[in-house]
Nanobody, 123 residues
């Protein structure tokens, strides 16, 4: 499975961005999918995740109410709509796929990773 994240950029505080993660292969619908981010000098952290059928969604407390994760099985694409962006949201955002459908928040449970897309939020 290959993942390709896109949609990052430089925005001002309060703006919105939508990240996309396209996947190869026909197994997208079987995987739990997640978004993680890594700010400069910090460890990679959980942002949001969605189960393979879309029935369960989880968010980090820091983005709850501002970010929305979704998936389009027909397009094999994962999305992250980010609203009301803050400077502390600045990071490289990664999408990831979990074939074993484990815990959504656990970074080590994800098997495949995209290359990341940079989001920079200026104050």
């Amino acid at each position: 499975v290959q993942l390709q994240a896109s949609g990052g950029g430089l925005v001002q505080a309060g703006d919105s961005l939508r990240l996309s993660c396209t996947t190869s292969g026909r197994t997208f619908s079987r995987y739990n999918m997640g978004w993680f981010r890594q700010a400069p000098g910090k460890e990679r952290e959980f942002v949001a995740a969605i189960t393979w059928a879309g029935g369960t969604i989880r968010y980090a407390d820091s983005v709850k109410g501002r970010f929305t994760i979704s998936r389009d099985t027909a397009k094999s694409t994962l999305y992250l709509q980010m609203n009301s962006l803050k400077p502390e949201d600045t990071a490289v955002y990664y999408c990831a796929a979990d074939r074993d459908r484990g815990s959504l928040r656990i970074i080590t449970g994800y098997d495949y990773w995209g290359q990341g897309t940079l989001v920079t939020v200026s104050s």
